[in-house]
T-cell receptor
């Protein structure tokens, strides 16, 4: 199974509140994991990726951070949300083979009010 | 990553083949062609990918020209559930600094009608 679990499916948070989105994956060990964001009417933007426990690479400077405390767990966080953090957040995994495609979860739709 | 050019929208009759073109004239030798689709409010779904040979799986076929500057995704018998945005992406996913850096453009909105 290459199942990707993301929760919650939808979230409404006030400006200045903290955020924690969790992603867990099943299947082969040591997958590459990714966080993408899709703003309304826009394409997907890569935020973070991880090639192993504790290893995080950030693609875009922003108000968010990521952590990978376990092999199959990837967490997206913020200490204080901004209005511009609203969007559709997607977790993805990639298999071990060099050309392996990404498989995406069903996402979390975040609205910051 | 190389850029791709896709038509903004296409229509297809249910039961007919849907042929979605993609131009990627600046593709480099180690870059693969990936196709994804996204149905409204869901995460992108992987469809198929290839390097230079034509590929087929249970969802679709991928035809890549010999010079690799363009490709066509073929859905052999389109259904209403195939209505989605289809993304053509070229990327070198083989590790190093290119991990999973898929650049999603605007894609092609495919509408399958009865």
């Amino acid at each position: 199974s290459q199942t990707i679990h993301q929760w919650p499916a939808t979230l409404v948070q006030p400006v200045g509140s903290p955020l924690s989105l969790e992603c867990t994956v099943e299947g082969t060990s040591n997958p590459n994991l990714y966080w993408y964001r899709q703003a309304a009417g826009r394409g997907l933007q890569l935020l973070f990726y991880s090639v192993g426990i504790g290893q995080i690479s950030s693609e875009v400077p922003q108000n968010l951070s990521a952590s990978r405390p376990q092999d199959r767990q990837f967490i997206l966080s913020s200490k204080k949300l901004l209005l511009s953090d609203s969007g559709f957040y997607l977790c993805a995994r990639q298999g071990a083979r060099g050309d392996s495609p990404l498989h995406f979860g069903n996402g979390t739709r975040l609205t910051v009010t | 990553d190389a850029k791709t050019t896709q038509p903004t929208s296409m229509d297809c009759a249910e039961g007919r083949a849907a042929n979605l073109p993609c131009n990627h004239s600046t593709i480099s030798g180690n870059e693969y062609v990936y196709w994804y689709r996204q149905i409204h409010s869901q995460g992108p779904q992987y469809i198929i990918h290839g390097l230079k040979n034509n590929e087929t799986n249970e969802m679709a076929s991928l035809i890549i020209t010999e010079d690799r500057k363009s490709s066509t995704l073929i859905l052999p018998h389109a259904t209403l559930r195939d209505t989605a945005v289809y993304y053509c992406i070229v990327a070198n996913n083989a590790g190093g600094t290119s991990y999973g850096k898929l650049t999603f453009g605007q894609g092609t909105i495919l509408t399958v009608h009865p």
